[in-house]
């Protein structure tokens, strides 16, 4: 769960701030952060404090790219003090801390962004100190110039109540009771939409962050009559929009209309959305505040796509995961054989490291807005532990860092014309566009090798019920817009889908690949399978011809150094059983070979490109449960102990199934890795294993047919 306690160095976050500290308004102190560079600035203002400034954590990356951005933390919630008078919370107080912000962090003006209640610290902002204010955005502001809800009237806040259902949960006496209750009904009305079991989970945690008692005195605080806020909005000059969904379950639909009615503000209907647009639908709402900041602050317009290729080049953009370096290698084996169909065909790659160091080292282009892109490798690694990674749950809580790097592709694509987009496990690109299908310029390939969010035991009926969500939005998407996707290519065959289903209610997952997509086979890097001649490549390589050598590989995120260190570990035992065995420790791009600590005889070295023809050359492998580690030993036939991480679904489930089917390695449960027992598996495994099934070598050439087709 994200905190307001998140530091600068914190794994989950897309971008860091540059600059920050507090503020002092009235003897209270106030957090504040700066992003980006340069005079045109967004400033922030955090709503109620139910909440802190990561609430707006969706928008800061993106809009830092082209904007200065202010955040701070409103007094009572995340870093900033927590006085407990209601006299502490005024909207006028609240002015006046948004107002040392800015003095704070040296910001002469800026677009003033609020959302619900503080929209009367806004107004006066606005009217009573325009020198500071180059425009304003309202979304759902929480002033009465209309009627409310019903459902959220009749209620008194300071009774005590022989039940609390409903809005009768705003009460002081049931935030003593269960606070965290009152959250989750609070956030769930907030989150109204379908499939928003994140949005709830991060802001629940966030309103854990202060007390009822601090609460409850924002709820004494002093406002602003109606005849002030009528004269405010009289007299609001500064180039304003407001924004209103209809399906907002906190303010009245009518409010929106009402106070651009009175204001002449800019009005935008957002239609069948909740209460809080920037986080369910931030893309929509990202590009909404840039528009609106970028006039306010008199910019030109935006200029038309353009064309870098020469005339009679097509041009693709592609998209490869970082997560390993496997789908590096078989997209670079693609792209060579799409342009061997279509040699008129020129490729971009969007992509970040450890793609990055097989990329360059291929030859291939990368898009300088790739620098762009936030580390999504180094969140993975801080999410696990010794060799556990529950990466369903990385994945969720990585959102903020796929929603920024779905905004550096959206404005690639904005600025350029291509003819084509592959991603290859762009899950981010996949979930966007479905989310958003108007931004769809050019044909578009999803390549995948493997569907289906699985949960694993030890996550129980919570890990199970949220795993099924997630398939559930995904199947949904494609249902309603199959045109999203104009291929999508499973890597791999109808036999390597596993026999599980999506959840409760939801079909099987085979039935539903096998009628969503294409498959060709699995794509094997352009080194991968059993060399013309092993000797040959051992001698190249510096492997004797007598020596028994083991390859110990994690791949190239960085999770696996805990792996690594039992592995060279149990070294002396290896040798003991395998005499004159001969280990080789690859490091990869992410883990330093320095830290290793390992014993007399082991090498250690860093990345290694063209893995794949050591992999070949090998005696035995001892690896992670990763596809594509494991599947290059398999095409080699060369026997492997692979030891998938705990809780990682896809090595677990996805991974084994497909191995067991080719009848490819030894798994091994890490949790009895000892140092004999791994020597022992080493031992057995080169003293007989089984030849695994021919691994296809035509996936490449199958997939780039079956893109090339697009062209």
Known sequence: ?????????????????????????????????????????????????????????LQVPYLARHFRVLTYDARGNGRSDRPQSPDAYSQRITA????????????????????????????????????RDRGAVFMSPALPITPPLPERTGH??????????????????????????????????CFDEPHSTKQIEDAVGWGLETTPETLIATLGSPGLD?????????????????????????????????????TGAELVELGAEGHCPNARHPVRFNELLEDFAARAYGRPARPAPRRAAARGRRRALFVSSPIGLGHAWRDVAIARELRALRPELDIDWLAQPPVTHVLEACGER???????????????????????????????????ILLANFMVFRDVARAEDYDLWIGDEAWELDYHLHENPSLKTAPYVFLTDFVGWLPMAEGGEEEARLTADYNAEMLGHIAALPGVRDRAIFVGSPDDVVPHGFGDGLPAIRPWVEDHFAFSGYVLGPDAGPPADREALRAELGYGPDERVCIVT???????????RRVVAAYPAARERVPGL???????????????????????????DRLSRHLAACDVAVTQGGLSTCMELAAAKRPFVYLPLRRHFEQNLHVRHRLERYGAGRPMDVATATPDALAAAIGDALAGTPEPAAVERDGAARAAALIADLL
């Open 156 to 189: 008194d806040f300071n009774a005590v109540l022989p039940e609390y259902e409903g809005w009768a949960k705003t009460n002081r006496h049931y935030w003593d009771q269960d606070y965290r209750g009152y959250l989750e009904f609070f956030f769930g009305r």
């Open 226 to 262: 109606v005849a002030e806020i009528h004269d405010l909005m009289a007299g609001l000059t500064c180039p304003t929009l407001v924004t209103q969904s209809s399906d907002d379950r906190l303010i009245p639909p009518d409010r929106g209309a009402a106070f651009a009615a009175a």
């Open 554 to 564: 994690v791949g190239g995120s960085g999770v696996g150094e805990g792996l690594l």
């Open 366 to 400: 990368i898009h300088p807005a790739s620098a762009g892109l936030a580390n999504e490798s180094r969140h993975i690694a801080a999410e696990s532990r010794d060799h556990e990674l529950n990466v369903f749950q990385a994945w969720r809580r990585m959102d903020e």
């Open 1 to 57: 769960m994200t905190t307001a306690t998140d530091t600068a160095g914190s794994a989950s976050r897309a971008r860091e701030p540059g600059a920050g500290g507090f503020a002092e308004s009235g003897g209270v102190r106030i957090a504040y952060e700066v992003f980006g560079e340069g005079p045109e600035t967004l400033l922030f203002l955090s709503p109620w404090a139910i909440v802190h400034s990561r609430f707006w954590k």
């Open 582 to 608: 001969r280990m080789v420790a690859v490091c990869g791009p992410r883990i330093d070979p320095d830290t290793l600590g390992a014993p007399e005889g082991v090498e250690v070295v860093a990345y290694v």
């Open 96 to 131: 006046g801390d948004a107002l040392a912000v800015m003095d704070a962090a040296g910001v002469d003006d800026a677009v003033v962004v609020c959302h619900c209640a503080p929209a009367g610290a806004a107004l006066v902002l606005a009217v009573e100190h325009p020198e």
